[in-house]
Nanobody, 126 residues
Framework: VQLQASGGGLVQAGGSLRLSCTASGGTFSSYLMAWFRQAPGKEREFVAAIRSSGQTTYYSDSVKARFTISRDNAKNTVWLRMNGLKPEDTAVFYC????????????????????WGQGTLVTVSS
């Protein structure tokens, strides 16, 4: 499975971005998809996840109510809509896929994911 993330860039605080991640080479509709991020000098952090059907989503407390994860299984694509961006959101964002529909506790753990995209940089200026 190959994951290709895009959509990062430079935005002012309070602005919005939409990240995209397109999968190829696997059965996208069976994967739980997630976004993680890693800021300079920090550990990789869970952001959001969406189960294979799209019916269930999970968010970290730091992005809940600002970010929205969604997917279109016909397009093999998952998105992360980010509103109200803050300087502390600056990070490289990675999409990831796993073949199991984990609950939130497990979905937050990056070791659960076998497939990773290359990352896209989001920079939020103050």
């Amino acid at each position: 499975v190959q994951l290709q993330a895009s959509g990062g860039g430079l935005v002012q605080a309070g602005g919005s971005l939409r990240l995209s991640c397109t999968a190829s080479g696997g059965t996208f509709s069976s994967y739980l998809m997630a976004w993680f991020r890693q800021a300079p000098g920090k550990e990789r952090e869970f952001v959001a996840a969406i189960r294979s059907s799209g019916q269930t989503t999970y968010y970290s407390d730091s992005v809940k109510a600002r970010f929205t994860i969604s997917r279109d299984n016909a397009k093999n694509t998952v998105w992360l809509r980010m509103n109200g961006l803050k300087p502390e959101d600056t990070a490289v964002f990675y999409c990831a896929a796993t073949t199991r529909n984990w609950n939130l506790s497990s979905a937050r753990d990056h070791v659960r994911y076998a497939y990773w995209g290359q990352g896209t940089l989001v920079t939020v200026s103050s």
